[in-house]
């Protein structure tokens, strides 16, 4: 794996459906060396603290290889790296395999695998496409937030390396598509397993108990 792109921003607002929001979704590449703190990326900033940002969001990061994907579905072959409000942009960065409370050093930092990333109304916002979340979802390879285990700097080409699986070996991926696709035919089994990993965000260990309950 490797960093191909660091992505940040400061809150924006603009009109959508008639009223005005405030974002920080649209990251733009930067060519220098940034430090990574506990909560985020020196100079990137989110507007809503709720759901964004902070310990268990505190960096997000997306595969480069599903750029192709989206240009074409999308058709948009004008999106560059950053579109989907990612701020690392990652090589062979891959939901199936990456596991929760997996851990990767970029440069002096560590970071820690903490959930997955559900898209909200703002990815409409930023692709000016209102299908744009559901078929987001739907991919069920949405990118991947991280806790910061271990601050520090990085830099744009720095070896992405994983220096610690978890043992329970639950994809980002598998967890995600459990959440969302009730036709998945091992749901119960790895919603179960997830709510054992203590590394998963207190977000959505709190969203597992309730589906489990609630669902099943």
């Known amino acids: 794996m490797k960093l191909v792109s660091i992505n940040i921003a400061q809150p924006t607002e603009v009109e959508y459906l008639g009223k005005i929001v405030s974002t920080g979704i649209f990251k733009q590449p930067i060519n220098s060396q940034v430090y990574v703190n506990q909560n985020n990326i020196t100079g990137d900033g989110q ?10 969001k505190a960096v997000y990061g997306f595969a480069a290889e599903h750029y192709h994907y989206w240009r074409e579905t999308l058709e948009r072959p004008d999106l560059s790296y950053g579109a989907f409000g990612e701020n690392l942009t990652i090589s062979a960065l891959t939901e199936s395999t990456l596991c929760i409370g997996d851990q990767l050093q970029i440069g002096d930092t ?11 109304f703002k990815l409409a916002i930023a ?16 990118g991947i937030y991280f806790r910061v285990k271990q601050q520090g700097f990085i830099n744009v080409n720095d070896k992405v390396t994983l ?3 978890h043992s329970k070996q639950l994809s980002v991926a598998a967890l995600f598509r459990a959440y969302f696709d009730r036709s998945y035919s091992d749901a119960v089994a790895v919603l179960e397993s997830a709510a054992t990993i203590e590394e998963l965000a207190p977000e959505w260990q709190e969203k597992i108990a309730k589906k489990l309950v609630q669902n099943w």
Do not use: M, W
């Open 110 to 120: 560590i970071l820690e695998v903490s959930q997955p990333r559900v898209p909200c």
């Open 127 to 142: 692709l000016d496409n209102k299908q744009a979340p559901n078929l987001f979802t739907k991919s069920y390879a949405t």
């Open 47 to 56: 507007s809503d603290l709720i759901h964004h940002g902070g310990e268990h």
């Open 163 to 165: 220096i610690k699986s």
